[in-house]
Each structure stands twice: as structure tokens, then as C-alpha cells.
């Protein structure tokens, strides 16, 4: 079971400042923070912010039994509501820190040294998404696709070599 709270100043207006919190208690809670600035025109700019809780008491990886609890912070910055023709946009610098709280299991996994997994990871990240589904509920034509790219370039205080991170995803309607 699990509450959610969600409070928001200036949501529903068109232009503006809008600020937005929500909060999850359950077994895994998060509280989350975003504020935007929108105008007319102009993209809108956004900072947000969250930590979130992940407990994993059992699971099961093929026949081992791994317990696994971690501590999640994001904090964004980044540009939204910018279109070119059909597609949307957002681009911005993120920054995510994990802190690894424990790690049990019935069987030594490898050789790994859960200690490097603690650390904060910057990187650049744009997401560009259709939607030109006829019904939100129950379309009869239309496709739904996203494509995202993050280049993970900065860590602190671990260095490691930087990576990219691609992944697409594609939904659309076929009558019968």
C-alpha cells in the first residue's frame, strides 16, 4: 500500500512560474520537486529535483536470493516545449547520485567492489517524443514514439570512462 501527495502553485496556468511537489510513502518513497518558468514562444526552463528510496528485500535473480538497498537523488536542469513539427523536445544537464546502502545474498555474486557503485554521475540527456495517437484512451490510428540520449561524462569522487546512452521505443495502432 502507498499514499500519494501532490501540492502545486500555478500548475494550470498557461505562462509562468509553476511549482510542483510530490510525495510517495510506501515501501519505496520518493519526494519529488520541479519548478518551470514558461513563456510564450520561448522553451520552457525547468529545475527539478528528487530522492528516492529503493528497497529490494528479495529478488530473485535466476536461483540466488539478493537483497539490495540503494538511495537515488536526481537533480535536473533542463529546457522542455521545444517543437519541431510534430516531435518534442527536452535537453539539460543532469546530475544522479547513488548511495548503496546494502547488498546481501546467499552466494558471492562476483568479484565486485560495491563500494565504486557510491557515487554522483553528471551527464547531458535529450529526449525527443511523438504522440499523434486520435484517442488517449482507445486510438484507432496514430503512433507513439520516444528517443533519448544521455552522455554520462563526469563523476564525483570516482572517476570512470564516460558512456552514452541510447534507447528508443515505438507503440502504434493496427486495426484488425
Do not use: C
Not at 32 to 39: A, F, I, N
Not at 46 to 51: M, P
Not at 146 to 161: I, L, M, R
Request: zero cysteines.
Amino acid at each position: 500500500m502507498s499514499v500519494l501527495f501532490n501540492l502545486g502553485f500555478n500548475t494550470h496556468k498557461l505562462y509562468g512560474h509553476a511549482l510542483d511537489l510530490t510525495a510517495k510513502i510506501s515501501a519505496n518513497p520518493y519526494v519529488q520537486v520541479r519548478w518551470s518558468w514558461d513563456l510564450p514562444k520561448v522553451p520552457t526552463v525547468n529545475v527539478a529535483a528528487s530522492v528516492r528510496w529503493t528497497d529490494l528485500n528479495t529478488l530473485n535473480l535466476w536461483e540466488h536470493k539478493l537483497g539490495f538497498n540503494f538511495l537515488h537523488a536526481r537533480q535536473e536542469v533542463y529546457f522542455s516545449n521545444m517543437t519541431w513539427r510534430k516531435v518534442d523536445f527536452n535537453a539539460g544537464l543532469r546530475n544522479d547520485v547513488f548511495r548503496i546502502r546494502n547488498i546481501k545474498s546467499e552466494q558471492i555474486l562476483g568479484d565486485y567492489d560495491f563500494n565504486s557503485l557510491n557515487n554522483d554521475f553528471v551527464s547531458l540527456f535529450a529526449t525527443g517524443r511523438t504522440d499523434t495517437f486520435d484517442d488517449g484512451y482507445f486510438p484507432t490510428k496514430g503512433v507513439k514514439a520516444q528517443v533519448s540520449y544521455s552522455w554520462t561524462f563526469a563523476g564525483f569522487p570516482k572517476d570512470f570512462n564516460n558512456f552514452h546512452t541510447i534507447s528508443a521505443g515505438v507503440k502504434g495502432v493496427v486495426p484488425v
